[in-house]
């Protein structure tokens, strides 16, 4: 059975940051894009950033870069976002969210519970 | 960017009752498109991808159609379970995109 599994979720001040991970399992992590996504309160879904199954390639939304690094690590099923330099509009949960192509430009076939990040002082 | 329209932003239907929901392109995705159906407190859930192609173990009342600009996802037959935010997402350009959602609500 894939898992996908956030961590790393709670409150920040403006301009601190925070890193986010999720723990993969039930599938081979290696070979799979990977990808994060928000939701802010009560709004609709946003893609924020992808890396492919090899880190080869790495891609962000506008809204997030320059602030945000998106990473993983193969050998221990694990993708990781730091985000830095935060706002109150990134308030929102953030989705793991596996890929359903190995070249980018995926489809979310597989979705983690999602982490709560909120920033305020 | 590519903006994705959703149209109704609610839809108040009973169990039994056809569901269509719109999702237009700002430009074309050709066929790159995807369903989404997200529950309160609950991730999304993958229902169709390539505009048609229902997902595995999607029933058989979720039919999705169009290219190009215009698309739409059809729910035969609402359930109870069905009651729901249903998104688009395209896949055709950088950045990946979703509309912004249509909720089928219980009349």
């Known amino acids: 059975e894939v898992q996908l599994v956030e961590s790393g979720g709670g409150l920040v001040k403006p301009g601190g940051s925070l890193r986010l991970s999720c723990a993969a399992s039930g599938f081979t992590f290696s070979n799979y894009n990977m990808n994060w996504v928000r939701q802010a309160p009560g709004k609709g879904l946003e893609w924020v950033s992808c890396?492919?199954?090899?880190?080869?390639?790495?891609y962000y939304a506008d809204s997030v870069k320059g602030r945000f690094t998106i990473s993983r690590e193969n050998a221990k099923n694990s993708l990781y976002l730091q985000m830095s330099s935060l706002r109150a509009e990134d308030t929102a949960v953030y989705f793991c969210a596996r890929g359903t192509s190995t070249y980018g430009l995926d489809y979310f076939d597989y979705w983690g519970q999602g982490a709560l990040v909120t920033v305020s002082s | 960017e590519i903006v994705l329209t959703q149209s109704p932003a609610t839809l108040s239907l009973s169990p039994g009752e056809r569901a269509t929901l719109s999702c237009r392109a700002s430009?074309?995705?050709?066929?790159?498109l995807a369903w989404y159906q997200q529950k309160p407190d609950q991730a999304p859930r993958l229902l169709i991808s390539d505009a048609s192609i229902r997902a595995t173990g999607i029933p058989a009342r979720f039919s999705g159609s169009g290219s190009g600009t215009d698309f739409t996802l059809t729910i035969s037959s609402l359930e109870p379970e069905d009651f729901a935010v249903y998104y688009c997402?395209?896949?055709?350009?950088?950045?990946?995109?979703f509309g912004g959602g249509t909720k089928v609500e219980i009349k």
């Open positions: 890396i492919s199954a090899g880190s080869g390639y790495i």
């Open positions: 430009q074309s995705v050709s066929s790159y």
């Open positions: 997402q395209q896949r055709n350009n950088w950045p990946l995109t």
